[in-house]
């Protein structure tokens, strides 16, 4: 028996994501990967050449003669309910009957003995309709009355009118915020299996297994036990794979079950692109009133956004834009609007960040009006605003916050970053330079943790310990890049004290934890990291009893060391001791659970702890313009976030650089661009760009706060790491906002719109010349 001191892989330790080396050699199983059994038939959605219209006809005749095609899928083809609305709103057909809302909408699936065939037929549908008048943005939407998709929210607080007419000053503005393409590096999925009776098996690449699993049995009229679906991994999902899979999940199952074979729907890159949800983009009317020295008496704000056809995640989407339209800062009388707008386009859906970074940037903008308008740095407006001290701690919709550490964060930052410096640095450049400007900006984020909708936040484990000694760990979490089954495996390891290698990390499956939530609100190891303890806990206190009664000892006296058990005076190897315990018929499975604290909700009042907690980071970004031609680049970032104690620093450090990049591409190269007939032009790499290695800042310099613990009891005291980041990106966006300001001697904010595309940033500095 090898005597480690320590194990292998514990938490709080640096761990490579346990399929690192698997995604670099594409040995990485992912559902494209899974060996087609004999006889496999693929399926290809037929979309809408039209934006908004009546069905006259759909002649499916020349689909259906086409070389190779089986037959194709039709809303008359579904048994159960032709409905794929996540929150059950019932706005969203598979297929649609009457009504085409939106160009690129799916009208049917063609199904053929290859993927090639299936596309090609795909084409040949010949539709007729009848025109209708369109509406693609919120505010053509509003003009054209055209409805909310779900009920607005508005939160309030405090005496709006009065605090507006108290306050010296008052500005009110515009921004208009782009959306954004999820630009997974595998797309969207599905591969169903036919089983006897009633039963089916699917594999799709999802964030959310049991809403796949729901929702095909909804639209197969089946019972949900009848339905099995599985993911391993997934090449990215960013909110994408939350409720967009629903679509071609059912499309797969339908067609299995309707020809008894096996059925792989994979659309190409132009197709899941128009054909799946994206970001809401924004048009926000804001309206800030501050005294002399910076300090927000009051705000008003309408969020109209772009919902799409349908509602989807819209109402939590919107929801969370308010929810975040504080940032950092304390407003003491505030209102604030929100109004999910139906539009013919794609119904967008959760991405990254969920409406937060919407309604962050907001907070952003109007600090930045003040500062210009006050003459200040926009850093000192936004520590007079920020939470904390006397009667200043509680948001919009009256949740306390008792754990603001930005204080302290972005001190440090400002003294690594050395902001003030440099800021003195870049003005003096910018004097002395006529084409190339200079910016920097430094922007924090708080954002809050727990999924709004409270009963989402639960979750499942199942482990089982083998005889040998081998542990198999199931939890209701996805895989998608984020790390999030390593970080699952050290909290079990460190439980049981046996090295990382022991722990089998297995598929995500319904059949294992039912019922689950999507791995999405940054919750993951939260929810799923704690179910797993729970489970190994259950599984160790039968095991101590055991060796209590086994050797006649108290439960003091047994110590779970480093790959092996101490009893008494005996020290056995782990797997002995398991081997024992088998043969004493002790059961050596567990389901654990979780549900987070302290958390409510009442939407209708506006007011609640909807989070558990907050995580916070705050980033200073640097970056040169040339008034030329609106071209940019980031010279340097500087981030300092805060994940609590980290349960794995490396893969958290990915996570901040991967968010804040992919932030900083949202705002600055991402833009999606549809034409006045609805057509989403920008479907593909070719037109939609995201940044690139060569677009990382110069110098990137990322750390964590690792003097930071969280104060309530999140597993191993860390906090949630996947979307906060992602606002950092916005530090660039400011620091483009000030080179552009430098050319009227920042005089005037310069109110860009996102994205700060160079064609954006040219723009606006021509406006600033004329102004
Ligand atoms: N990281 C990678 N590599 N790939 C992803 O798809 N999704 C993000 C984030 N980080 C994502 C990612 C989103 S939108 C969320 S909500 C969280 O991961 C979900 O995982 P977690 O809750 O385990 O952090
Ligand atoms: N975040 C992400 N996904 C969600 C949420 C949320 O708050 N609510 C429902 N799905
Ligand atoms: Mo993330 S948008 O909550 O999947």
Redesign the pocket.
């Known amino acids: 028996m090898k005597d480690n001191v320590t194990i292998t892989g514990s938490a709080h330790t640096d761990r490579i994501h346990d399929s690192a080396i698997k995604h670099v050699t594409g040995a990485a199983d992912y559902t494209d990967d899974i060996a087609q059994p004999e006889g496999t038939l693929h399926a290809y959605l037929g979309v809408s050449t039209v934006t908004h219209a009546r069905i006259v006809s759909l002649d499916l005749s020349a689909v259906r003669a086409a070389p190779g095609v089986v037959g194709v899928l039709t809303a008359a083809d579904i048994p159960g309910h032709n409905d794929i609305s996540p929150t059950g709103q019932n706005d969203e057909p598979v297929f649609p009957t009457d009504l085409i809302q939106f160009h690129g909408q799916p009208l049917f699936a063609v199904v053929a003995e290859t993927r090639d065939a299936a596309r090609r037929a795909a084409e040949l549908a010949k539709v007729e309709t009848e025109a209708l008048p369109h509406a693609l943005d919120p505010v053509a939407a509003i003009e054209a009355g055209y409805p909310h998709v779900t009920a607005p929210l508005k939160l309030e607080r405090g005496d709006v009118e009065a605090g507006f007419a108290n306050a010296p000053n008052r500005i009110k503005g515009r921004m208009v915020i782009g959306g954004q393409d999820h630009m997974?590096l595998e797309g969207q999925i599905a591969f169903a299996f036919p089983g006897e009776d009633d039963e089916v098996v699917v594999h799709c690449s999802t964030q959310h297994p049991s809403e796949a699993q729901h929702m095909v049995a909804h639209v197969l009229g089946v019972p949900s036990n009848a339905v099995v679906v599985n993911v391993r991994r997934?090449g990215?999902?960013?909110?994408g794979k939350e409720s967009q899979m629903n679509i071609f999940a059912a499309v797969a199952a339908l067609a299995a079950k309707k020809w008894n074979r096996a059925v792989k729907i994979r659309p190409d890159r132009d197709q899941d692109m128009t054909a799946t949800g994206k970001r809401h983009d924004f048009v926000v009317d804001y309206d800030v009133a501050f005294d002399d020295k910076g300090r927000i008496e009051a705000v008003g704000g309408s969020f109209a956004a772009r919902c799409g056809y349908s509602s989807d995640l819209s109402g939590p989407v919107t929801d969370r834009a308010l929810f975040h339209a504080d940032n950092a800062y304390f407003y003491p009388h505030v209102r604030l609007e929100s109004r999910p707008m139906k539009t013919n386009t794609v119904s967008n859906t959760a991405?990254?960040g969920f409406g937060g970074p919407q309604g962050v940037i907001v907070a952003e903008r109007m600090i930045e009006e003040i500062a210009y308008a006050t003459g200040q740095d926009p850093l000192d407006v936004r520590k007079v605003n920020f939470y904390g001290g006397e009667g200043r701690d509680l948001t919009p919709y009256h949740q306390q916050v008792t754990d603001n550490i930005l204080d302290r964060l972005v001190g440090e930052l400002e003294q690594s970053a050395d902001y003030r410096a440099r800021r003195q640095a870049i003005i003096d450049f910018n004097a002395g330079s006529k084409v190339l400007k200079k910016g920097i900006a430094l922007t924090p984020v708080k954002f809050g943790i727990s999924f709004t909708a409270t009963w989402y936040n639960q979750a499942g484990a199942l482990i089982h310990v083998y005889n040998d000694g081998s542990i198999h760990l199931n939890h209701g979490?996805t895989e998608?890049?984020?790390g999030?089954n390593t970080k699952v495996a050290q909290v079990v390891a460190e439980a049981f004290q046996v090295n990382f290698e022991r722990i089998k990390i297995t598929k995500t499956t319904t059949e294992k934890v039912p019922n689950t939530s999507a791995?999405?609100?940054?919750?993951?190891?939260d929810l799923n990291g704690m179910a797993a303890l729970n489970a190994a806990e259950q599984i160790k206190a039968r095991l101590v009893d055991f060796a209590c009664e086994h050797w006649g000892v108290a439960a003091e006296e047994v110590a779970f060391l480093p790959n092996r058990v101490r009893i008494g005076e005996e020290t056995l190897s782990f797997d002995a001791f398991i081997k024992a315990a088998y043969m004493a018929r002790v059961q050596l499975s567990a389901a654990g659970f979780y549900k987070t604290p302290d958390i409510h909700w009442d939407r209708d009042k506006g007011q609640g702890r909807p989070f558990y907690y907050y995580a916070y980071g705050a980033a200073c970004s640097e970056v040169t313009i040339d008034t030329l031609t609106g071209e940019y680049r980031v010279e340097r970032t500087d981030i300092l976030h805060d994940v609590g104690r980290s349960l794995n620093p490396v893969l958290d450090r990915g996570?901040v650089e991967?968010?804040f990049i992919q932030g900083m591409g949202w705002l600055t190269t991402e833009e999606l661009w549809w034409d006045t007939e609805g057509r989403l032009r920008t479907h593909a790499p070719s037109t939609y760009k995201i940044p690139l290695a060569s677009d990382r800042p110069r110098v990137f310099n990322v750390d964590l706060a690792d003097w930071s613990e969280n104060r309530e009891l999140t597993i191993k005291r860390s906090k949630?790491?996947?979307?906060p980041p992602f606002m950092l990106g916005i530090s660039v966006f400011e620091a483009l906002s000030m080179a552009v300001a430098s050319v009227a001697d920042y005089r005037e904010c310069p109110r860009l719109d996102a994205p700060a595309t160079p064609e954006r940033v040219l723009m606006a500095v021509q406006r600033m010349k004329g102004a």
């Open positions: 997974y997934m990215g999902g960013f909110g991405f990254r979490g998608m890049g984020q999030l791995t999405a609100a940054s919750s993951g190891s996570q991967g968010a949630a790491v996947g979307e």
